[in-house]
């Protein structure tokens, strides 16, 4: 289990993530943001994501995976690209990230300062791995962001550059999926979280590729006083809306 504090509106709260079935789920904090807990609760949204096992034999993984992509996985195409991991990530590193989100994310929702600050507190707690993916040139074609806490790891953000060519974004995307997962599982990770069925088509296609399987997660606000339970409600509602 991962946590975070800080101030929600002048209101003390936990964020909480990989809330697991043998976890009691107390807080010291007012509030409780749950991200997708495996453990059940009617006051949290329900929500399918796909999970993938990490540490089953690397086998189960590669009969799985199909032709077409083995072709792209295992051939001279892997030499026109680069990935990189960031670790230990500075808050430069966060900017920059910042930035190539907001210039090529399609929705209007943009990484603000909030956002932002939750995701120094992340890295402070060495809770936060970005991974990118770049081509001969040197130029960033996708950014992934991950949420871990030493067993888990939850896919946060997904970014790719808006202005290339789709089938090359398509690549670097499922080569940079396969070095992740090689990546966590070669550290002792047990679960990576593709982050929702919400997510666009190509990350989703990426999760059953790799021998990904649905699972029920629960996410939102639990306070512990009447007027924070009505505060919790709005936010879960919003949330929801959104």
Known sequence: MLQISR?????????????DKTKKGRFEAKIAHYTHRTRPSRQLQK???IHVLLQHDASIFLNQIPEEISEILFTHVIEQYKTDTISDVSIEQLRQFQRFYNENHHSKDKLNRTEFNKLL??????????????????????????IVDGHNVLLHYVVSAANLQLNIVEQANLLLCWENLKLFKNLGYKTYDFG?????????????????EEVTVFSGYIANSFPLKVFAKLKNWRKKVN
Do not use: A, M, W
Request: charged content about 20%; some cysteine; aromatic content about 8%.
């Open 7 to 19: 101030n929600v509106f002048t209101v003390p709260t936990s964020h909480i993530y990989f809330d």
């Open 47 to 49: 929500k399918q994501t």
């Open 121 to 146: 507190l992340l890295c402070e707690k060495k809770g936060l791995v970005l991974t990118k993916i770049e081509n001969s040139l040197g130029e960033t074609i996708c950014y992934r962001v991950h």
């Open 196 to 212: 929702g069925l919400d997510q666009d088509g190509q990350l989703l296609r990426c999760g059953h590729i790799f021998g990904g």
